[in-house]
């Protein structure tokens, strides 16, 4: 995995697929019957239903024998994720955690984590956004790669066009200089610190020494970037032009504060808009009809958007730690006992979605638990949307996208992390 052996878009690629191979395990490429069956016969399930497949699981990530419990019915991981005073994140840091020495938003519970992230959350919400969809979403989706690619008439989509433009759009944002290396390097580095935890205890002792080398180039990167900017004295409206104004508890950041923040932020700042990309487009090339239905009305973009992730997310787990004995149903659950929330089969319960299976863009929408819910919801869950439903609406301009018969059949695979290894279409 030296980043000195392959090229760029390469590089970014194998660690792309380390990611997914490391978290599809032993489990089936398809695990919604599976699921289904969970869901009728042991909703409330003593044992990791990611550990039982060889997938790495945050509910026990370094692997210690904590006792756990896995859910996968809609009302039971709300009813969790919407209580975090008796059902705690810190064990999400477990796994990766170190390498970014422990500076990680979704890992903190309680006062620190609502006052970090009611200091954070401006240059996020939905209003700030929206701003940025003609000033530089849409120009970077459209004129870098769309146009450029329109003339081949075919492409992967996955490492021509969704790997590579989440991380030029949030970078952008973050007020980056535009540089290929620069941009291809942090994101490598970022997608192997996710990489660390592995079920294979081989495969990890490459990963976690690996992740922590990674984790230490981003700092080592990003910090001569924060004080150049800092040099500079033009505070624009990115990212870290409002972290250097901005005042946390009564003080402004210092310079390696902003770099371990933005450094925390990378983690997710590309990848999981990738994967859910190409989960949708997947999604909607198998079922034809409603990819035509969604080209014809634009306006039903971002039903399109929300409905192939509810119906097949990215993130298809998270977890929690009791704070204090707990039940859940009629099952109790110890304090210090992880539950492991199978997002992925709540999305398709059907006592929460009618007919779950089925995409179906005009579906009454409960409140989507793909980001997260509660207090720890994605901080960046409207920059993904935005970039999604620009990215559709130019690729969707695409005439007559189909797969491309000459490649397999993509398939979306793992409990987690989930995505495909290529999306490979033709165009007219």
Not at 185 to 193: E, G, P
Not at 363 to 377: C, Y
Request: aromatic letters at 8%.
């Amino acid at each position: 995995m030296n980043s000195k052996t392959l090229a760029p878009l390469d590089q970014m690629v194998a660690d792309y697929s380390l990611v997914t191979n490391g978290y599809s395990g032993n489990a089936p490429n398809n695990p919604y019957p599976m699921f289904e069956e969970k869901r009728s016969k042991c909703p409330v399930m003593h044992g990791d239903i990611l550990k039982e497949h060889m997938v790495p699981s945050m509910a026990d990530y370094m692997m210690t024998g904590r006792p756990t419990v896995s859910l996968f019915r809609y009302k039971d991981i709300h009813s969790v994720l919407m209580n975090p005073k008796d059902w705690l994140s810190y064990i999400v840091g477990d796994g990766f955690g170190a390498a970014v020495d422990n500076m990680l938003l979704t890992a903190m519970d309680g006062e620190e984590h609502d006052k970090f992230r009611a200091t954070l959350q401006k240059p996020f919400m939905r209003s700030e956004i929206r701003k940025l969809i003609d000033t530089l979403i849409r120009p970077v989706v459209v004129t870098e790669f769309v146009d450029k690619l329109r003339p081949n008439g075919k492409a992967d989509l996955l490492r021509e066009f969704a790997l590579p433009f989440p991380i030029r759009a949030m970078y952008a944002y973050f007020g980056f200089p535009h540089q290929e290396s620069l941009l291809s390097d942090l994101a490598s580095w970022a997608i192997q610190v996710v990489a660390a935890p592995q079920a294979d205890p081989e495969i990890a002792k490459i990963t976690v020494p690996q992740s922590m080398v990674a984790g230490q180039s981003m700092y080592d990167t990003l910090l001569p970037i924060v004080q150049d900017y800092r040099a500079r004295g033009e505070m624009r409206a990115d990212i870290l032009g409002y972290m250097m104004q901005v005042e946390h508890e009564g003080e402004r950041f210092t310079d390696e504060e902003i770099t371990a923040f933005i450094r925390m932020l990378l983690l997710a700042a590309g990848e999981t808009t990738t994967r859910s990309f190409a989960n949708m487009m997947v999604q909607l090339l198998e079922n034809p009809d409603v990819l035509d239905e969604v080209r014809q009305d634009r306006k039903l973009i971002p039903k399109a958007v929300m409905e192939t992730m509810r119906r097949d997310p990215t993130a298809g787990a998270v977890a929690r730690i009791a704070a204090r004995d707990m039940k859940i149903g009629d099952v109790e659950v110890p304090k210090g006992t992880a539950v492991l929330c199978s997002i992925a089969a709540a999305n398709r319960d059907p006592e929460t979605y009618e007919d779950p299976d089925r995409l179906w863009l005009k579906r009454p929408m409960r409140p989507l638990l793909s980001f997260g819910f509660g207090p720890h919801m994605c901080l960046g869950m409207h920059m993904a949307l935005a970039e999604l439903e620009v990215a559709l609406d130019a690729i969707l301009d695409l005439p007559n996208l189909r797969f491309d018969p000459a490649y397999p059949h993509p398939e979306i695979k793992g409990l987690n992390m989930r995505g495909p290894d290529a999306v490979h279409v033709l165009w007219d």
